[in-house]
């Protein structure tokens, strides 16, 4: 503790549980424990720093962003340091000749977003924690959010990142390159990596076209299946989100928030699909929702505040469901060819392992990416284990864009063979020997 304090300050070492508190529990208040104290380096060489002292003393270390993880990678388990990269906040002017922005790991998505709009750009990755989500964070976990059937997850904006290794050495570089085939993709292997192997201090982004025109429409439909359909027909240069939800979702968001509609009747599928253009893409929109089979109701909205409303049905889930308690949260993907029979299996082996819990299904179907959410169930390993067992029967991912963490660790053996584990634990010694960084995350113990 005197060594981190003669690093950063006082200020920046809290130890008073009062202080402590707000980065030892997830959002959910699904995964918590005592950290030993939270570090606040406020720049690259104070984050080496930090990891220098904690290695020396054999401390481990749990690198924190904005604390809105679901997986419980990124909170304390009990007498570790937390680093929280929250003050790496640096954020250099959008160079429009390459396209791309740095950022600081501890930069929040909405003040990313902001930044690249304002210079006629935008950033391809749009999630619902925009406010308090951090760049680094998203990086660690592969975010994917509500647009990448338009632009991709985070692995396809990232060009070049900057970590501090657990034993202080500094790797990566923010130059850029485009086109860089010199061997082992460094940067991708921190992509997703759960700061498992270095602490992300910054990375180089690539930034997208800002478009002009949205606009968006939520169908009503009477099964997955017709969902799914509908994906084939709407893809197309204009598509920018196709987000799935349905009526028991609806009917707690709109407890929540007070709210009515979509429609004055409910539907047992809601569709929300989005174009996105340079040119008002209202008429295409209309125009390919019209030439869908079996869509039973449509609300369409081209003004912002319009748009935000229909929104609201989808980004409210989160939110509704945690009012009501402490979730048991999956999120899983599919082949999105094959998710209406996954929705089916999904739905009967939770009601086999948890007959009195409810269930709460969302997410993106055009990566048929599933939220699955289970209210009012006290086991959260039957449930897990009977969801993630059934993704596995279908080939498809236990974590499709939250991560490992410590929630799904138990399962990795479902998706990945001996032959690969025995990778990951290799590519985890060789960047983290001593064990240090954020142990039990991502590789079970
Ligand atoms: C979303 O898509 C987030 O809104 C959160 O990934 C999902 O709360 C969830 O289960
Ligand atoms: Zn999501």
Same mark, same amino acid.
């Given at each position: 503790?005197?060594?981190?304090?003669?690093?950063?300050?006082?200020?920046?070492?809290?130890?008073?549980?009062?202080?402590?508190?707000?980065?030892?529990?997830?959002?959910?208040?699904?995964?918590?424990? =005592?950290?030993?104290?939270?570090?606040?380096?406020?720049?690259?060489?104070?984050?080496?720093?930090?990891?220098?002292?904690?290695?020396?003393?054999?401390?481990?270390?749990?690198?924190?962003?904005?604390?809105?993880?679901?997986?419980?990678?990124?909170?304390?388990?009990?007498?570790?340091?937390?680093?929280?990269?929250?003050?790496?906040?640096?954020?250099?002017?959008?160079?429009?000749?390459?396209?791309?922005?740095?950022?600081?790991?501890?930069?929040?998505?909405?003040?990313?977003?902001?930044?690249?709009?304002?210079?006629?750009?935008?950033?391809?990755?749009?999630?619902?924690?925009?406010?308090?989500?951090?760049?680094?964070?998203?990086?660690?976990?592969?975010?994917?959010?509500?647009?990448?059937?338009?632009?991709?997850p985070m692995r396809d904006q990232v060009v070049g990142a900057e970590a501090v290794l657990a034993d202080g050495r500094v790797v990566g570089s923010l130059v850029g390159l485009e086109k860089d085939?010199?061997?082992?993709?460094?940067?991708?292997?921190?992509?997703?990596?759960?700061?498992?192997?270095?602490?992300?201090?910054?990375? =180089?982004?690539?930034?997208?076209?800002?478009?002009?025109?949205?606009?968006?429409?939520?169908?009503?439909?009477?099964?997955?299946?017709?969902?799914?359909?509908?994906?084939?027909?709407?893809?197309?240069?204009?598509?920018?989100?196709?987000?799935?939800?349905?009526?028991?979702?609806?009917?707690?968001?709109?407890?929540?928030?007070?709210?009515?509609?979509?429609?004055?009747?409910?539907?047992?599928?809601?569709?929300?699909?989005?174009?996105?253009?340079?040119?008002?893409?209202?008429?295409?929109?209309?125009?390919?929702?019209?030439?869908?089979?079996?869509?039973?109701?449509?609300?369409?909205?081209?003004?912002?505040?319009?748009?935000?409303?229909?929104?609201?049905?989808r980004e409210g889930h989160t939110e509704a469901i945690s009012a009501h308690g402490v979730p048991v949260k999956l999120d899983v993907a599919v082949s999105p060819a094959r998710a209406a029979e996954?929705?089916?299996?999904?739905?009967?082996?939770?009601?086999?392992?948890?007959?009195?819990? =409810?269930?709460?299904?969302?997410?993106?179907?055009?990566?048929?990416?599933?939220?699955?959410?289970?209210?009012?169930?006290?086991?959260?390993?039957?449930?897990?284990?009977?969801?993630?067992?059934?993704?596995?029967r279908f080939g498809g991912s236990i974590s499709a864009e939250h991560g490992v963490g410590v929630a799904k660790a138990p399962w990795l053996h479902l998706t990945r063979t001996p032959a690969e584990?025995?990778?990951?634990?290799?590519?985890?010694?060789?960047?983290?020997?001593?064990?240090?960084?954020?142990?039990?995350?991502?590789?079970? =113990?």
């Amino acid at each position: 503790m005197a060594r981190l304090r003669a690093e950063l300050g006082t200020g920046h070492v809290l130890t008073d549980p009062d202080l402590r508190a707000g980065y030892e529990t997830d959002w959910t208040g699904r995964f918590t424990g =005592r950290a030993l104290a939270v570090a606040r380096p406020g720049d690259r060489d104070e984050v080496a720093a930090v990891l220098r002292a904690c290695a020396e003393a054999g401390v481990a270390v749990v690198p924190q962003g904005g604390n809105t993880g679901l997986v419980g990678g990124g909170v304390p388990r009990g007498g570790e340091v937390v680093l929280s990269t929250t003050r790496l906040t640096g954020l250099g002017e959008v160079d429009r000749v390459s396209g791309q922005v740095t950022a600081g790991a501890g930069v929040p998505l909405a003040r990313l977003g902001a930044h690249a709009r304002a210079a006629g750009l935008d950033f391809g990755v749009d999630i619902a924690a925009r406010d308090s989500a951090t760049v680094g964070g998203m990086v660690a976990t592969n975010a994917g959010g509500l647009r990448v059937v338009r632009w991709g997850p985070m692995r396809d904006q990232v060009v070049g990142a900057e970590a501090v290794l657990a034993d202080g050495r500094v790797v990566g570089s923010l130059v850029g390159l485009e086109k860089d085939s010199t061997g082992y993709d460094l940067t991708g292997a921190l992509v997703g990596s759960e700061g498992t192997l270095a602490v992300v201090t910054a990375v =180089r982004l690539r930034l997208v076209p800002a478009v002009a025109h949205r606009a968006t429409a939520v169908l009503g439909l009477a099964s997955t299946a017709d969902a799914v359909a509908a994906i084939g027909v709407l893809r197309g240069p204009l598509l920018s989100a196709v987000e799935v939800f349905y009526d028991d979702g609806v009917r707690l968001v709109r407890a929540h928030r007070g709210l009515t509609g979509p429609f004055r009747a409910d539907c047992p599928v809601y569709l929300l699909v989005e174009f996105a253009g340079d040119h008002d893409p209202t008429e295409d929109l209309a125009a390919a929702v019209s030439g869908l089979p079996a869509v039973v109701d449509t609300a369409l909205a081209t003004d912002e505040a319009g748009r935000r409303g229909l929104w609201a049905y989808r980004e409210g889930h989160t939110e509704a469901i945690s009012a009501h308690g402490v979730p048991v949260k999956l999120d899983v993907a599919v082949s999105p060819a094959r998710a209406a029979e996954f929705e089916t299996a999904v739905r009967a082996a939770v009601s086999a392992a948890a007959p009195s819990a =409810r269930l709460v299904l969302f997410g993106h179907l055009a990566e048929g990416n599933f939220h699955v959410n289970v209210l009012d169930e006290a086991d959260g390993h039957a449930v897990s284990d009977a969801v993630l067992t059934t993704v596995a029967r279908f080939g498809g991912s236990i974590s499709a864009e939250h991560g490992v963490g410590v929630a799904k660790a138990p399962w990795l053996h479902l998706t990945r063979t001996p032959a690969e584990r025995d990778l990951y634990a290799a590519i985890k010694a060789a960047w983290d020997p001593a064990g240090v960084l954020n142990p039990g995350v991502l590789i079970p =113990r």
